[in-house]
């Protein structure tokens, strides 16, 4: 368990094979920020795309013939949940990357993570903003149909599959473990859906990414949505950067915490 | 030993300690024919009850499924008992198929209790004709449950928390098995005007959903377990 973090890739080489050294080792730099200009530059696109969202959702697209005002909290119900999925497909592929690859990075699994955390969050404002948008159209906040449902449960999977990286161990155990989880849920997600759109099916189809080739939409909406996407693309790829470093400061403060422990008792027995 | 011969010998160290100890007879069946009763009371109509009582045998079961598991790999973590299997070599394929094998033995056993209540209690009645589809139904779906409950049973064996992971994880997987055994075994009642041939579809997905789950949680197994 203790050796878990020689083959570590967080660029923070520690050495603690003197035990005596081991409790001032505590002091050596590690980064104080998870912040680089390469996230200060992603972070203030980010903050720019959102300023363009709010000026083109709210301000220059027009309300909807039948959806009247409602349509523009489709701006944000889309793009979150297109970069949910996004999110958990990387969740899927960096399990297989960690399991497949013959280094087993600790890196991948910790993209793994934090892409399923950030997954579960643009999950959840879909369905918020989408039940708020529903009430307001369908005149009800939740109907039992294929896609709400299956969303539903993709929410309920990936809450499970954080509990199970909470689940304690080594951090080896804990990349291997949920890694195999990452992938299982591959295998359920399509079978969730499968049953409940044999169950029911009342959403609307969808509009830009259906199956015939062409887009039925209003230009400037459609603009709208396309800023939308690039603005939560932003956001994700810097909460990403953002949350992978703090997962491997994370990591560091319990593996010194443990080294420090090991430290303290060995010293015990010496004196 | 072939993996077979191995999973045969674990299904049926199961199924002995379940009945030495009787843990099933005495704790589970009880415990799924109280809920079969407190669903009555929850709902409080007759006409309800024998509309929604396939839903409810099925999920009695998945309750009892949960149960179950848990009953399973306890008797495997309190002696380090999975550890010294692995460590004695034995293939982890065949521990997951022993056990998933035990697991489904009980399954069935406690659906036919199960059944036997809703015909009891919510007034069902069961026609010659629809037998092969309740039984076909029946097989299926415990296929699906045993291989997810014994995937995630042995992913959180030995965990603090385990009791409340294992609903977490379970119960959103097992969905296409609620969906799927409900509507086929309302065919095989005829619930609601439901003929048998409406069934069968569902028997489709139940099968699908038995086979990606038993080989996928056999290849998953070993990974999980072994640290």
Redesign the interface.
């Known amino acids: 368990m203790n050796g878990d973090h020689d083959d570590d890739d967080t660029g923070n080489t520690m050495t603690t094979t003197d035990p005596a050294q081991t409790a001032d080792t505590v002091s050596i730099t590690a980064p104080r920020s998870t912040g680089t200009s390469a996230t200060r530059v992603v972070g203030v696109a980010a903050i720019v795309a959102m300023a363009w969202l709010v000026a083109f959702g709210l301000g220059f697209s027009p309300a909807d013939r039948d959806q009247e005002e409602a349509v523009r909290i489709l701006y944000v119900h889309v793009p979150t949940i297109w970069l949910a999925y996004l999110a958990f497909v990387v969740t899927a592929i960096a399990s297989a990357l960690y399991l497949f690859t013959s280094k087993q990075s600790l890196g991948w699994d910790r993209a793994a993570g934090a892409s399923a955390e950030i997954g579960v969050v643009f999950v959840a404002v879909t369905l918020v903003v989408g039940a708020l948008w529903g009430r307001l159209t369908w005149g009800v906040f939740w109907q039992w149909d294929a896609r709400l449902t299956t969303t539903a449960l993709l929410f309920v999977t990936y809450v499970g599959y954080l509990a199970v990286r909470r689940l304690g161990g080594s951090h080896r155990q804990r990349a291997r473990r949920s890694a195999v989880l990452g992938l299982i849920a591959v295998l359920e997600i399509p079978l969730v859906h499968w049953s409940v759109r044999l169950w029911r099916s009342l959403h609307q189809e969808a509009t830009v990414l259906d199956t015939d080739g062409d887009i039925d939409m209003d230009g400037l909406m459609l603009f709208s949505l396309f800023v939308g996407v690039i603005a939560f693309t932003l956001l994700y790829a810097w909460l990403m950067m953002h949350r992978v470093r703090a997962m491997a400061m994370e990591d560091l403060v319990e593996d010194r915490g443990l080294d420090a422990a090991l430290a303290a008792r060995r010293a015990e027995g010496g004196a | 030993m072939s993996a077979w011969r191995v999973a045969w010998l674990i299904a049926r160290k199961d199924l002995r300690v379940e009945r030495r100890s009787r843990v099933v007879t005495n704790q589970v069946v009880p415990f799924a024919g109280v809920t079969m009763v407190i669903f009555a009371f929850a709902l409080d109509s007759d006409a309800v009850l024998q509309r929604v009582a396939p839903g409810l045998v099925w999920l009695a079961t998945m309750f009892s499924l949960l149960v179950l598991v848990q009953r399973s790999f306890a008797i495997e973590t309190d002696d380090g008992a999975l550890d010294a299997m692995r460590v004695a070599g034995v293939d982890a394929r065949a521990i997951f198929l022993g056990k998933a094998i035990a697991l489904a033995a009980e399954l069935v056993a406690l659906e036919l209790i199960l059944l036997f209540a809703a015909v009891i209690l919510y007034g069902q009645s069961i026609a010659a004709g629809s037998v092969v589809l309740l039984v076909t139904t029946l097989v299926a779906a415990t296929c699906g449950l045993a291989a997810v409950g014994t995937?995630y049973g042995g992913?959180?064996a030995g965990?603090?928390?385990r009791e409340t992971?294992l609903p977490?994880?379970t119960?959103?997987?097992v969905?296409?098995v609620l969906?799927?055994a409900t509507?086929a075994v309302e065919a095989a009642l005829g619930t609601a005007g439901a003929v048998v041939s409406d069934g069968w579809?569902?028997v489709g997905?139940l099968t699908?959903?038995a086979v990606?789950?038993g080989v996928?949680g056999s290849l998953?197994f070993g990974?999980?377990i072994?640290?």
Do not use: S
Request: aromatic residues 14%.
């Open positions: 995937l992913l959180a965990f603090r928390g992971l977490l994880l119960l959103p997987a969905a296409p969906i799927g509507r579809p569902w997905l699908v959903f990606a789950f996928g998953a990974p999980l072994d640290e």
